[in-house]
Structure formats: structure tokens, C-alpha cells
Nanobody
Framework: QVQLVESGGGLAQPGESLRLSCGTS????????MAWYRQAPGNQRELVAS???????NYDESVKGRFTISRGNAKNTIVLQMDSLKPEDTAVYYC???????????WGKGILVTVSS
């Protein structure tokens, strides 16, 4: 079964940048919307940014103008460029992909982003 593989993240100081990547573990068709979510300790998981099959993007208000979601070079890969990071961006970031033909979604394991001075 296809899985999502995430990379990037780590520790950054306020104002710095980090880059997250997410792609499928194998070549597969039927990938719909791909998105990044995040979950901070004690909070619910929330949508950060998404990109539809037609490359339509959507951002949470808290990251507009700072984060950019885009297609990666490989098929079924998305990249989240995070600039001007703030301490409140600290969270575990999860990649999600909709499987169009199975009418379900798959999630990555999550990757930690810490913004601290």
C-alpha cells in the first residue's frame, strides 16, 4: 500500500526558514488533494496548506504570506516552504493525500518543527 514519506523540519530560530517535503513511497495514480496539517501539544490537528489536483492552493490565515505550498520535482510530491517562522509554528507537521479511487486519505507519520531562540 502506498505510504507518504515526509522529510525536512527540525529546529529554527524565529524569523528563519524551513522546508518540508512529502511524497508517495511508490509511483501511484489517483492522488487528489495533498495537504500539510499540524498539531501542537494540547491542540487539535489543523490544516496549514493544501494543493488540489488542479494546483489550487489554500492556506490557513495564520500562515498566509509566510508559507508556500508547491509541487516537488517528483510526481506526487509537495513542498512546504516556511519562511518568517514564529514560535507558534512549533508543532508536528503531517502530510495528507486523498486517494481518489479509494475514496479515502492517507497520512504521513509526522515531522517535528520547533521554532525557538
Amino acid at each position: 500500500q502506498v505510504q507518504l514519506v515526509e522529510s525536512g523540519g527540525g529546529l529554527a530560530q524565529p524569523g528563519e526558514s524551513l522546508r518540508l517535503s512529502c511524497g508517495t513511497s511508490s509511483r501511484t495514480g489517483g492522488i487528489g488533494t495533498m495537504a500539510w496539517y499540524r498539531q501542537a501539544p494540547g491542540n487539535q490537528r489543523e490544516l496549514v496548506a493544501s494543493m488540489s489536483r488542479g494546483d489550487r492552493t489554500n492556506y490557513d490565515e495564520s500562515v498566509k504570506g509566510r508559507f508556500t505550498i508547491s509541487r516537488g520535482n517528483a510526481k506526487n510530491t509537495i513542498v512546504l516552504q516556511m519562511d518568517s517562522l514564529k514560535p507558534e509554528d512549533t508543532a508536528v507537521y503531517y502530510c495528507k493525500a486523498d486517494l481518489v479511487f479509494q475514496s479515502t486519505s492517507i497520512w504521513g507519520k509526522g515531522i517535528l518543527v520547533t521554532v525557538s531562540s
